[in-house]
């Protein structure tokens, strides 16, 4: 789900997660589109992230920065990502 080399999005989530897999899926495209990858972190190998995260999954982030939670409308996350170019 990552590529090594290239500025990711980060995707918080569980595996097992159909909001998780939605997210991912939604919102690829747009990150080939800009020349990023989609980096998936699941949260429940992390007691930080699980405590963090917990019931807000799936999480979108740029760095420090949250893009989404929940759902990404793949315009939406297209605008932000053209604001940072």
Request: hydrophobic fraction near 45%.
């Amino acid at each position: 789900m990552s590529g090594t080399g290239r500025v990711a999005l980060l995707l918080y989530g569980r595996r097992y997660c159909h909001l998780c897999e939605e997210m991912e899926a939604a919102v690829a495209p747009v990150a080939a589109e800009f020349g990023l990858c989609v980096r998936y972190i699941d949260i429940d190998t992390d007691p930080v992230l699980e405590e963090r995260y917990s019931a807000r999954i799936p999480v979108l982030a740029l760095g420090d920065a949250e893009i989404a939670q929940f759902r990404a409308n793949p315009d939406a996350v297209r605008e932000v990502l053209a604001q940072i170019r």
